[in-house]
């Protein structure tokens, strides 16, 4: 079991506080994969892999280790004698199932309480940090990626893995996401109605349609459209910092 930082925005928080997150979906990259179970290539750039033919195997693979993961075109010859041989590699999510992420959020500090609190809801820090620096961070706020391991209030357990395109998502996995179904008719009771539409009228946003909106919102507006591979993970949400849920 390995722990991993994750950094989420503050909507994205107020949604794992309220239960109603259970899944999140990162774009595939180098340092959130493996490259045949092992270290990326120094030599190999990214985007210089055919992710336009990848395709995903649930696993396992030949030498036993767990899917799912992608079949990836890669140019061994271009990198390593000038050649035009092509390879097929394994690329494989570095979370599994049974890991712990830790939640990194924004933090920001209140000068008349003298404490640190939660971007998201306000909520005071428990394990309070140093007196910020107006040169770490400006205005007395921390983004989430200066937010210590100590700081953290939400552990999540991973449950599940999969790699998929992300226009992939169904509109449960969207529900799943946190997006706000009050939008969506101001309920979330969907069953009966077909899919692409929002309790029988075509005109309002679906669940896919809010997840478009909020993924575009983080990543910008071009970003559905490109429909890149993206690591779906599921987990269960645990209040308290990861050394006590452990613990």
């Known amino acids: 079991m390995t722990d991993f930082p994750l950094p989420f925005t503050a909507p994205m928080v107020r949604a794992l506080l309220d239960g109603r997150k259970t899944q999140t979906r990162r774009l595939l990259k180098k340092t959130n994969t493996q490259f045949n179970g092992h270290a990326w290539p120094k030599e190999l750039i990214f985007g210089d892999c055919d992710w336009a033919s990848a395709y995903v195997d649930d696993g396992p693979s030949p030498a036993g280790n767990i899917g799912p993961y992608l079949h990836v075109k890669w140019p061994y010859g ?11 590699a394994r690329v ?3 979370y599994q199932i049974g890991d712990q992420l830790w939640v990194k959020e924004t933090l920001k500090y209140e ?16 394990n309070q940090l140093e007196t910020p620096s107006p ?8 983004p989430s990626t200066f937010m210590p391991k100590s700081a953290s209030r939400l552990t999540l357990t991973i449950t599940g893995v999969k790699i998929e395109r992300l226009q992939d998502i169904s509109e449960a996995d969207a529900i799943a996401e946190g997006v706000e179904l009050e939008r969506c008719c101001g309920s979330p009771h969907r069953e009966g109605f077909p899919s692409g539409s929002c309790c029988g009228q075509p005109d309002m946003t679906d669940p896919v349609e809010e997840y478009r909106t909020l993924w575009n919102s983080i990543n910008g507006p071009d970003a559905w459209d490109a429909n890149p591979w993206v690591i779906a993970l599921t987990f269960d949400v645990h209040h308290g910092n990861i050394d006590g849920v452990r613990a």
């Open 135 to 142: 040169l770490r961070c400006p205005y007395g706020v921390a």
């Open 78 to 88: 271009k990198i390593f004698d000038q050649s035009d041989e092509i390879l097929t």
């Open 92 to 94: 494989y999510p570095k």
């Open 111 to 126: 000068s008349h309480i003298s404490k640190w609190v939660y971007a998201a809801d306000g909520a005071i820090v428990e």
